[in-house]
C-alpha cells in the first residue's frame, strides 16, 4: 500500500514538472533608483527705466508741486514724504511663484538683509523684456518675456519722519525667493535723509545815534547754510522783514505815526501766477540815491510815510545786487518784502541775489558752509523820535 502512494507521489511530480514552462531562453531585468533634483535657482531683479525722485505735497518747490518729478534736486537728500520710484524685473527660473516677495530696503550697509520698509506691487502692464533692464545671465541676454518665471514690480519707497529715517542710508529693491534665496538689484542708493537744515548769522544790525533825515550803513553781517555737515543741502536764500516799532510809551513818531516803515506796501504783492519761473516786474529802483519817486536818497529825505526805508547790499562769490539785478540802486541796494513766513511769491521778489533770467541765481544758493555778506542802510525820515527796536528781519534758506 505504502508502495502504490510513492508511486502516485512520483507520477505526480513528473506531470507537474511536464507542464512547468522552461526558464533558460527567456529575459530577465531589475530596476534602479534616479533622483533628480532639479537647482534651486536664486532669484535674479533687474531695475529698468522707470526710476524717478517725487515731490511732497507739503510745500511747492520753485520749480515743482505735489507728486511732480523733483528735478530740482541734484545732491542725493530727501525729506520726509518725498518718494523714489523704481520698476524692477524679477526672475526665478523654478517658477515665478517662487518669488515670495519683492521689498524696498533701507540700511548703513548695501546689499541684501536690510530693513524692510515697503512691499512692492506686482505689475502686469509689461509683456516684454524692456532693453533698458540689460536683463543677463552670465553671458546670456534675455531677450523674451517668460510669464511663467518673470514679473514687473513697481516699488514705491517713502521717506518717512525724522523719528525712524535720520541721516545716511543704502537704499534699494530686494527679491525673496521662498527657499531663502534673495537678490537685490545692482543699483544701491546713497541717501541723507532728513538732514537737519539751519541758517548762521554772524553779526548784529545796529544803527546808533542816527540823525533824522539822514542815510546810515550797518556793518557786514554773514549769513551762511548750517545744514547737517555731509549732507549736500543745498540752500535757496530769501529775505522779508515787518516795520519797526517803539516797545516803550515814548511819544514815538517817524515820521508821521509812531512806527517806521520797512518798505513800500507793493513790495508783497508780487505773485507767482501760471509761470512758475516768470519774475514779477519789481524793478523800480526804490532805494535808489536820487530821492525822486520817493526814493530814500543819500542827500536828505522827504517825510513821506511810505518809503523804502532800509534796504540791503549782498556778495556771493562772483555775484553780487550790484549787478543783473533790476531791483537795486546804483549802490546796488535792494529793498525788502514784508513778510513773516515763507511763501511761494518769495521765489519772484525775496530773493536775497537775483541775477537775470529765469530760475536759480548761481550767487543765491549757498552749499554747506557757504555764506552771504550782507550789508543794511537805512535812510531815517525826517522828523523821527523814539526807539524802534521792535520787529524783525528774516533770513530764509529753502532746500532746493
Not at 515697503?118 to 518675456?145: D, Y
Not at 534673495?182 to 545796529?206: H, K, Q, R
Amino acid at each position: 500500500m505504502k508502495m502504490k502512494k510513492l508511486l502516485a507521489s512520483l507520477m505526480l511530480m513528473v506531470l507537474v514538472l511536464a507542464v512547468m514552462p522552461s526558464v533558460l531562453a527567456v529575459s530577465v531585468g531589475t530596476g534602479i533608483d534616479i533622483d533628480i533634483t532639479p537647482e534651486e535657482f536664486p532669484p535674479h531683479i533687474w531695475m529698468c527705466d522707470n526710476r524717478v525722485v517725487i515731490e511732497d505735497c507739503v510745500e511747492a518747490g520753485r520749480i515743482t508741486d505735489c507728486n511732480d518729478p523733483l528735478a530740482e534736486r541734484f545732491n542725493n537728500y530727501a525729506f520726509e514724504g518725498e518718494q523714489i520710484k523704481w520698476t524692477v524685473l524679477v526672475m526665478d527660473k523654478n517658477k515665478i511663484e517662487e518669488i515670495q516677495e519683492v521689498v524696498g530696503t533701507i540700511g548703513e550697509e548695501q546689499g541684501e538683509g536690510n530693513d524692510i520698509e515697503v512691499e512692492c506691487s506686482r505689475s502686469n502692464s509689461h509683456q516684454a523684456i524692456h532693453p533698458s533692464c540689460n536683463a543677463r545671465l552670465g553671458e546670456e541676454k534675455l531677450v523674451t518675456f517668460d510669464p511663467e518665471t518673470m514679473a514687473y514690480y513697481d516699488c514705491i519707497f517713502t521717506v518717512e519722519t525724522s523719528d525712524s529715517m535720520d541721516g545716511e542710508y543704502f537704499i534699494t529693491v530686494e527679491v525673496i525667493g521662498t527657499d531663502g534665496l534673495s537678490a537685490t538689484m545692482d543699483e544701491n542708493e546713497f541717501w541723507y535723509l532728513n538732514p537737519t537744515i539751519a541758517l548762521t548769522i554772524d553779526g548784529d544790525v545796529e544803527f546808533d545815534d542816527v540823525r533824522p533825515g539822514s542815510v546810515a550803513y550797518s556793518d557786514t553781517i554773514l549769513v551762511g547754510n548750517d545744514a547737517d555737515e555731509g549732507s549736500g543741502v543745498m540752500l535757496d536764500m530769501f529775505i522779508s522783514g515787518t516795520d519797526f516799532y517803539d516797545p516803550s510809551s515814548s511819544g514815538a513818531k517817524c515820521p508821521t505815526t509812531n512806527h517806521l516803515k520797512l518798505s513800500q506796501d507793493a513790495r508783497s504783492q508780487a505773485s507767482l501766477g501760471a509761470g512758475t519761473t516768470a519774475r514779477a516786474a519789481i524793478n523800480t529802483n526804490d532805494c535808489n540815491a536820487d530821492h525822486t519817486n520817493g526814493a530814500i536818497g543819500t542827500t536828505g529825505l522827504s517825510s513821506v510815510d511810505n518809503n523804502d526805508h532800509l534796504c540791503y547790499f549782498a556778495t556771493s562769490g562772483a555775484y553780487s545786487t550790484l549787478v543783473g539785478d533790476g531791483r537795486a540802486d546804483v549802490e546796488g541796494y535792494v529793498p525788502i518784502v514784508y513778510s513773516d513766513e515763507f511763501t511761494r511769491d518769495f521765489y519772484n521778489d525775496a530773493e536775497v541775489i537775483l541775477n537775470a533770467g529765469a530760475g536759480y541765481s548761481p550767487g543765491n544758493v549757498l552749499a554747506p558752509g557757504a555764506e552771504q555778506a550782507v550789508t543794511f542802510k537805512l535812510a531815517l525820515p525826517e522828523p523821527c523820535v523814539g526807539d524802534f527796536s521792535d520787529g524783525d528781519i528774516f533770513f530764509w534758506g529753502e532746500a532746493i
